[in-house]
């Protein structure tokens, strides 16, 4: 059994920061590449951030600039640090990770965590 578990969302004011986290816990898994997903009320879900195992990264063109994903392979954790927050950023944020287990490669999300940038 692998889980994602996040932390860090909240409310905050634009312009300010904040940093989520979300850590891979189980055993007999390896990790490829993980992400940040986001979806806002009425909408669809989409790509915030991505990041291969070696640190290779990409970024949704409206986050560019201002949210920075980072990954510590040895604790199977992903960060998103996330600069200037805008009105528009709030939604509930998703950990994702392609993870192996039993030779298997196949995706796992975590819960779910609520951004809020009030203006």
């Known amino acids: 059994q692998v889980q994602l578990v996040e932390s860090g969302g909240g409310l905050v004011q634009a312009g300010g920061s904040l940093r989520l986290s979300c850590a891979a816990s189980?055993?007999?898994?390896?990790?490829?590449?993980m992400g940040w997903y986001r979806q806002a009320p009425g909408k669809q879900r989409e790509l915030v951030a991505g990041?291969?195992?070696?640190?290779?990264?990409n970024y949704a063109d409206s986050v560019k600039g201002r949210f920075t994903i980072s990954r510590d392979n040895a604790k199977n954790t992903v960060y998103l640090q996330m600069n200037s927050l805008k009105p528009e950023d709030t939604a509930v944020y998703y950990c994702?990770?392609?993870?192996?287990?039993?030779?298997?490669?196949?995706?796992?999300w975590g819960q779910g965590t609520q951004v809020t940038v009030s203006s």
């Open positions: 994702n990770a392609q993870i192996r287990r039993f030779s298997y490669w196949d995706d796992y």
């Open positions: 189980g055993s007999g898994f390896s990790i490829s590449t």
């Open positions: 990041i291969t195992s070696g640190g290779s990264s």
